[in-house]
Nanobody, 122 residues
Framework: VQLQASGGGLVQSGGSLTLSCIAS????????VGWFRQTPEKEREFVAS????????YYADSVKGRFAISRDSAKPTVYLQMNSLKPEDTAIYYC????????????????WGKGTQVTVSS
């Protein structure tokens, strides 16, 4: 399964962006998915995750109340709606998936997409 993240860009502080993670196979629709982000100064950081059914979601404290993860049950696609963006949200954002693992520990995800850059200007 190949994953492709898209939707990044340059936005002003307080603005919004929606990231998409599209998979190459429908199998993805039954996998948990996570979003992570990374900057040159920090290790890869957990952002949000969603269960295969979409009924369970989990967020890092830093994005709780501002970001929303969701999935389209008809498509192999997961979204990350990002609102009230702050300069500290600037990072490369990655989506990850695994047939079994659902959580915030990056090494447990076996499938990763190439990242998409999000830049928030102050």
């Amino acid at each position: 399964v190949q994953l492709q993240a898209s939707g990044g860009g340059l936005v002003q502080s307080g603005g919004s962006l929606t990231l998409s993670c599209i998979a190459s196979e429908d199998t993805f629709k039954s996998w948990p998915v996570g979003w992570f982000r990374q900057t040159p100064e920090k290790e890869r950081e957990f952002v949000a995750s969603i269960s295969w059914s979409g009924r369970s979601t989990y967020y890092a404290d830093s994005v709780k109340g501002r970001f929303a993860i969701s999935r389209d049950s008809a498509k192999p696609t997961v979204y990350l709606q990002m609102n009230s963006l702050k300069p500290e949200d600037t990072a490369i954002y990655y989506c990850a998936a695994d047939p079994v693992y659902e959580g915030d520990y990056a090494p447990h995800y076996n499938y990763w997409g190439k990242g998409t850059q999000v830049t928030v200007s102050s």
